[in-house]
Nanobody
Framework: VQLQASGGGLVQAGGSLRLSCATS????????IGWFRQVQGKEREFVAA????????YYADSVKGRFTISRDNAKNTVYLQMTSLKPEDTAVYYC???????????????????WGQGTQVTVSS
């Protein structure tokens, strides 16, 4: 499967952005999807994850209540709606996929085999 992240940009603190992760090559509903982010010089960190059916989601404490992950399997797309953005949310955001038969959710990088190219999110103060 190939993953394509998009939707990043420059936004003021308090604003919103919606990231998209489009999957191609395989049926999206077979894959659990996670979002991670990385600031240059720092380790990549988990942001949010969703099961292949969309029935389960999980968030990092730092984004809980502000970010929402969802998916539209008919469109082979997973979304990350980000609201109340803060300067510390500035990072390159990556989506990752894991072929999954258990409908689980996964929050560590080593559980994902497929990665998109990343999209830059910059939040100005």
């Amino acid at each position: 499967v190939q993953l394509q992240a998009s939707g990043g940009g420059l936004v003021q603190a308090g604003g919103s952005l919606r990231l998209s992760c489009a999957t191609s090559g395989r049926t999206s509903s077979s894959y659990a999807i996670g979002w991670f982010r990385q600031v240059q010089g720092k380790e990549r960190e988990f942001v949010a994850a969703i099961s292949r059916s969309g029935g389960s989601t999980y968030y990092a404490d730092s984004v809980k209540g502000r970010f929402t992950i969802s998916r539209d399997n008919a469109k082979n797309t997973v979304y990350l709606q980000m609201t109340s953005l803060k300067p510390e949310d500035t990072a390159v955001y990556y989506c990752a996929g894991r072929r999954d038969i258990y409908s689980g959710i996964y929050y560590t990088e080593d559980r994902y085999a497929y990665w998109g190219q990343g999209t830059q999110v910059t939040v100005s103060s």
